[in-house]
């Protein structure tokens, strides 16, 4: 048998995921924490724009946390949907519902301890982010499970830093900074290893 050079080998890739943050929501616009508020007028209009994108793709599988903003910004969409909690926001325990700037007036401890270490601390009643990050990485794995080639994960911000972080392998302690705005998708090819072979990023003007 002939060995083929470099120039025969055809490169096989695992899966394409395409990342994205729900529409903004009312607690968005308020500036608040957690809650499970629904969808603001722009977030509706993103949620259109994201199913007359990928409402063209065939086989997708499109998966959601269980909280409501996530579930209304894939309510467009044509394909099945399935929930995962472990999708869900960081859980911000008795800072839930308030401002960053009620929780500094309100629990100046809370706020300075988690400034000093974000990564580690724990919201009362709540999560740190590595909490986030071992349920997060316990979806992922799961993935490799899947049949679809293709999959949409309409998640929220600190779980998609999460998510982002783990498949670059990058450092913990910088996960809770990665910029994950808000009406944008990041589109994800792993190869079989399920190692990182592009990235790309689409912009959706609201």
């Known amino acids: 048998m002939s060995s083929l050079d470099n120039s025969e080998i055809l490169f096989t890739y695992n899966m394409d995921i395409f990342l994205t943050r729900h529409g903004e929501s009312v607690y968005n616009t308020l500036g608040k924490l957690g809650g499970n508020s629904g969808l603001s007028k722009r977030g509706s209009i993103y949620a259109e724009k994201l199913a007359n994108y990928f409402n063209k793709y065939d086989n997708l599988k ?3 946390s269980k909280l409501d903003r996530t579930i209304e910004t894939a309510a467009p969409l044509i394909f099945t949907k399935e929930s995962q909690i472990c999708l869900n926001e960081i ?6 519902h308030f401002t960053y700037e009620e929780i500094k007036e309100k ?5 300075k301890s988690r400034s000093l270490d974000k990564l580690n ?3 009362p009643e709540g999560e740190s982010y590595m909490d986030l990050i071992e349920r997060v990485d316990y979806f992922i794995n ?9 999959i949409l994960i309409i998640a929220h911000q600190a779980a998609l830093r999460a998510f982002i972080g783990l498949l670059s392998k990058k450092s913990y302690k910088d996960i809770p900074y990665i910029s994950v705005p808000l009406h944008s998708v990041k589109h994800i090819r792993l190869d079989n290893d399920f190692n990182i072979i592009k990235t790309e990023s689409i912009i959706f003007e609201i």
């Open 142 to 150: 799961d993935l490799k499970k899947f049949s679809n080639k293709k």
């Open 62 to 64: 499109v998966i959601t």
């Open 91 to 96: 859980n911000a325990g008795i800072c839930e």
């Open 121 to 123: 601390y724990r919201y």
């Open 107 to 111: 629990y100046p401890n809370i706020n």
